[in-house]
C-alpha cells in the first residue's frame, strides 16, 4: 500500500509558477512510476506528468515545456514545477503511484495508476 500526501497548491496569476510536492511512503521506491494528474470542475481526469524510478518521463502536450517533473534523489518525494501558468491550468492535481516496470517511459493513463493522494488545489486567475 502506497500512501501519497500532496502539497504546494495555491493561487497564482497568469505567467506565474508554483511547485508541488508529493511525499510518498510505505513503498519500494525502484519499482514506481509516479504521476501527476488534474481534474478540473465537469472534466475528466487528464494526465500531467509522470515519471518512473530511472528518471524517464513523459508530458502532457498541454504542458510540455512550461511543467517540470522530476524526484527526490532518494525517490521519496516527487515534484511538479509549473512556470507560465495559465487559467486553463486550474484544477484539482492529484499525485498517483503504480507499481511498474522501469524500462518504459510511464503511463499518463489514470487507470494505470492505483494510489491517489486527496489532491491539492491550482487556481490561476488571468
Known amino acids: 500500500q502506497v500512501q501519497l500526501v500532496e502539497s504546494g497548491g495555491g493561487s497564482v496569476q497568469s505567467g506565474g509558477s508554483l511547485r508541488l510536492s508529493c511525499v510518498a511512503s510505505?513503498?519500494?521506491?525502484?519499482?514506481?512510476?509516479m504521476g501527476w494528474f488534474r481534474q478540473a470542475p465537469g472534466k475528466e481526469r487528464e494526465g500531467v506528468a509522470a515519471?518512473?524510478?530511472?528518471?524517464?518521463?513523459g508530458y502532457s502536450n498541454s504542458v510540455k515545456g512550461r511543467f517540470t517533473i522530476s524526484q527526490a534523489n532518494d525517490k521519496s518525494t516527487l515534484y511538479l514545477q509549473m512556470d507560465s501558468l495559465r487559467p486553463e491550468d486550474t484544477a484539482m492535481y492529484y499525485c498517483?503511484?503504480?507499481?511498474?516496470?522501469?524500462?518504459?517511459?510511464?503511463?499518463?493513463?489514470?487507470?494505470?495508476?492505483?494510489?491517489w493522494g486527496q489532491g491539492t488545489q491550482v487556481t490561476v486567475s488571468s
Open positions: 515519471i518512473n524510478a530511472r528518471g524517464m518521463s
Open positions: 510505505r513503498t519500494t521506491y525502484s519499482r514506481l512510476w
Open positions: 498517483a503511484a503504480a507499481y511498474a516496470e522501469s524500462y518504459v517511459i510511464p503511463s499518463l493513463r489514470a487507470s494505470d495508476y492505483p494510489y
